[in-house]
């Protein structure tokens, strides 16, 4: 018999965020590692039927979808999804894993002996948060953190280590078989994939492009709403700065191969950027088997040394600049942090952090 688990997410499907991503993806992980895995989160506006949401994503190993309306607030919704728990799902799950620390708390309080792993990705600053967080880590089974720096401020604030699980994000190396740059070599493609938000670090990438001038070097921006991308058309008016705006996931793999050098640009200004985040396009970017050039902060640290990457001054755009330029005048061993690349991302799977998490979790009580 299948084992079972409930993935609870208070979160709209499909939308348009990592955050959506990542829990595709590692339920997906789940289902590789022969786990029967059923997600239980709402309905968007914009949901048709299961398989476009799947097809949207890029997902060949299917599981469960549970959607509900959407109701109200954070809170509200929390309340809503533990009811639809209480009294449809109950029975059927004795484990569950979850990123919403309210139904983490709420199923410990009143079912215990249901196995909960909570997976943390930021350590909210309001006194509510940090004090339903200290009242739900005493009874979880397992504390899942997505960086070192998460786990660091943790266990320095009193809370025990040997409950916390450091799990980076990963990739799916699938969906990379068989893809090859299918455009010709008379551009150089320099590519960012994600969002436009600040800790992103994107401007610092435009400002450093905005004086390269190189004419056949393009600049290719996948991600940002249209309002993100019209302020920034309009104050770096390059034309070899090209926007492409949001794509579907399934189509990421193969931009990346597409593309000759991959930048990671987040900002050393903002401290889910430093410590906490733990970025699916730097995984994504390490399976493309590309040149990564990275902001060099800890949370970049926990997996890239400089063995496999170029590494940058976080939010100076003369030092990523140089850096680009280092790379475009072959300057660097550039095969050699490939192959280590190449490497080194083998360990960072979905199926492996699925089976991680799931088998540890078991292991406890």
């Known amino acids: 018999m299948m084992r079972k688990l409930l993935y609870i997410h208070n979160g709209d499907f499909p939308a348009e965020s990592a955050n959506r991503v990542q829990v595709i993806n590692m339920c997906e992980g789940f289902v590789e590692n022969d786990i029967d895995v059923s997600l239980l989160a709402f309905e968007s506006d914009m949901f048709q039927t299961e398989n476009n949401l799947f097809d949207s994503f890029g997902v060949k190993n299917k599981f469960h979808l549970i959607l509900i309306k959407k109701l109200g607030n954070y809170y509200i919704r929390s309340i809503k999804i533990f009811f639809y728990f209480t009294f449809q799902l109950r029975k059927e799950f004795d484990s569950i894993f979850t990123r919403d620390l309210f139904v983490a708390f709420l199923i410990k309080v009143f079912f215990q002996n249901k196995k909960v ?34 786990k660091i401020e943790l266990v320095n604030s009193g809370y025990n280590g040997n409950k916390i699980e450091v799990l980076h994000d990963g990739v799916n190396l699938g969906r990379f078989v068989g893809l090859k740059k299918e455009i010709g070599n008379d551009k150089i493609n320099i590519t960012y994939t994600g969002s436009l938000i600040p800790w992103k670090g994107v401007e610092t990438l435009l400002k450093a492009f905005e004086t390269i001038h190189i004419d056949n070097v393009y600049l290719n ?28 996931n399934k189509y990421i793999p193969q931009i990346l191969m597409n593309s000759d050098i991959l930048v990671l640009p987040n900002s050393g200004k903002y401290k889910i950027s430093t410590d906490y985040t733990s970025p699916l396009k730097l995984f994504e970017y390490m399976a493309a088997g590309k040149v990564i050039i990275a902001s060099n902060l800890p949370s970049i640290n926990d997996v890239l040394s400089d063995e496999e990457c170029i590494f940058f001054k976080a939010d100076n755009c003369i030092d990523l600049k140089d850096r680009i330029l280092l790379v475009l005048g072959k300057k660097v061993n550039i095969e050699k942090m490939k192959n280590n690349c190449n490497s080194k991302i083998k360990n960072y799977t979905w199926k492996i952090r699925g089976g991680k998490i799931y088998l540890n979790k078991q292991g406890e009580g």
């Open 117 to 150: 792993v909570y997976e943390l990705h930021e350590i909210n600053e309001r006194v509510l948060w940090k004090k339903l967080f200290k009242i739900t880590f005493d009874r979880l089974d397992k504390l899942v953190v997505i960086s070192n720096g998460l």
């Open 221 to 248: 921006i996948y991600g940002g709403n249209k309002n993100e991308i019209w302020v920034l058309k309009n104050k770096y008016k390059d034309n070899n700065i090209i926007f492409h705006g949001r794509v579907d």
